[in-house]
Every structure is written in C-alpha cells, then in structure tokens.
T-cell receptor, first 113, second 112 residues
C-alpha cells in the first residue's frame, strides 16, 4: 500500500454529466498529479497541483479541472462527459526533493455510457 | 518530442522462467528512469528508480539496467512467479521540466 487513497473505486456516468473524483495524498506530500489511463495504454498526464496551485498541465481540455485543499487532498472534476473519458483515473502524490518519486493511488474506474 | 517506447507489447512465459523487458527513450533533460509494476485495475507500484550514474539496480528478483549513452533500459525478472503477471511500465523523469513520460507498458503473463 502506498498510503494514497482514491474514491470512488468505480463510477458509471452518462454522456454529458459531470463527475468529481477524490484523492488523499500520502502524509507530507504537497504535490499531487492526476493521470488518465485508457485500457492497454500508459498513464497520460492531466495536471499537477503544488500547494493548492496548478503547477503543470497536459494536453487535456478545460472541462478537466482540479482543486487541491490545504491538507493536500485533491479533486479532479470533469464536465460534459464524453464516451472517450472512460478510463482509469490515477492520482499520485510526490515526495519533496530531487528524486520526485511518485506514489500512486489504486485509481478510479470511470465508465461513461 | 519526449517519448518512451517499450517492447515487447506483451509476453507470455512459464512459471520459473526468466524474462527481459526493454525500454528505449528520447527524453531530455534526463533525471531518472523508473520501472513500475501495475496489476490490472490497480495503480502502478514502483520497482526501481535509476539515475544517470547507475547502471544496474536490483529489487529482489527484479534487476533493472540503464545505458544512458544509448538511452536504453531493461528489466530482468528472474524465476518468474504467477504473481508477476502484470503490466510493467517504464517512466522517464525530466528533472528540470518536472515532467514524467510514460511508456505504454509490457503486459506480462506467467502461466503455471
């Protein structure tokens, strides 16, 4: 276990709806990254939060947004869901320092119908 | 463009056998290279992290090698077990850019 938790474990939504996914990072980690992983692919970077500010973003549209809270937990919000948003969503918290080691949560499996 | 390519895409071996997974990368600047194991439907778990100056690193039955000149890495699994069945993902960290580039993974299946 990495100490990173995510909720919910699974989620089914309808196209056009909105969804919020949650992540609690490992104690002492002030950086959280979110990834989208399609079946059979490697994770794709969505964005990263450092001390409650967005600190880097991948090639995802603005309907993907996030928040980080003072306790360093985080949310990923996706609006106007599309079928292609169906994926495993991973969050990872990062150790301070140069190694930048990431610890991944178990993921949330989102299915859009 | 930063890229990480892994081969083979999938691999099936018998329990007890050894195998080697390959990773080629074109990531700059290079800071470190990681190998992760990902069980189906779960988050990746780190196996090794190697910096520029490290050629070999072991974690139990897993041994990773790195050739920074040719930008190649390999993960060797010795005496495979059924529980080794998973996707193995190679990830390169570009330190100053604070970016991780992921490979698509090698899906390993170990049969009894």
């Amino acid at each position: 276990e990495t100490g990173v938790t995510q909720s919910p474990t699974h989620l089914i939504k309808t196209r056009g709806q909105q969804v919020t996914l949650r992540c609690s990072s490992q104690s002492g980690h002030n950086t959280v990254s979110w990834y989208q992983q399609a079946l059979g692919q490697g994770p794709q970077f969505i964005f990263q939060y450092y001390r409650e500010e967005e600190n880097g973003r991948g090639n995802f549209p603005p309907r993907f947004s996030g928040l980080q809270f003072p306790n360093y937990s985080s949310e990923l919000n996706v609006n106007a869901l599309e079928l292609d948003d169906s994926a495993l969503y991973l969050c990872a918290s990062t150790t301070p320092g140069e190694s930048y080691e990431q610890y991944f949560g178990p993921g949330t499996r989102l299915t859009v119908t | 463009k930063n890229q990480v390519e892994q081969s083979p895409q999938s691999l099936i071996i018998l329990e007890g056998k050894n195998c080697t997974l390959q990773c080629n990368y074109t990531v700059s600047p290079f800071s470190n290279l990681r190998w992760y194991k990902q069980d189906t439907g779960r988050g990746p778990v780190s196996l090794t992290i190697m910096t520029f100056s490290e050629n070999t690193k072991s974690n139990g039955r897993y041994t990773a090698t790195l050739d920074a000149d040719t930008k190649q890495s390999s993960l060797h699994i010795t005496a495979s077990q059924l529980s080794d069945s998973a996707s193995y993902i190679c990830v390169v960290f570009a330190g100053s850019a604070r970016q991780l580039t992921f490979g698509s993974g090698t899906q390993l299946t170990v049969l009894p």
